[in-house]
């Protein structure tokens, strides 16, 4: 894919740090699981 996406997701401020897009279609809610 290759889209610079920008998602927002109703998330606690906490947790917002983690809501990533890993630049291929996906997001990734875990910091941990985005770990490529």
């Given at each position: 894919?290759?889209?610079?996406?920008?998602?927002?997701?109703?998330?606690?401020?906490?947790?917002?740090?983690?809501?990533i897009d890993?630049?291929?279609?996906?997001?990734g809610l875990?910091?941990?699981?985005?770990?490529?």
């Amino acid at each position: 894919m290759g889209q610079d996406l920008r998602v927002y997701i109703e998330v606690p401020e906490e947790a917002k740090v983690a809501v990533i897009d890993v630049g291929d279609g996906r997001v990734g809610l875990q910091a941990t699981k985005c770990t490529v």
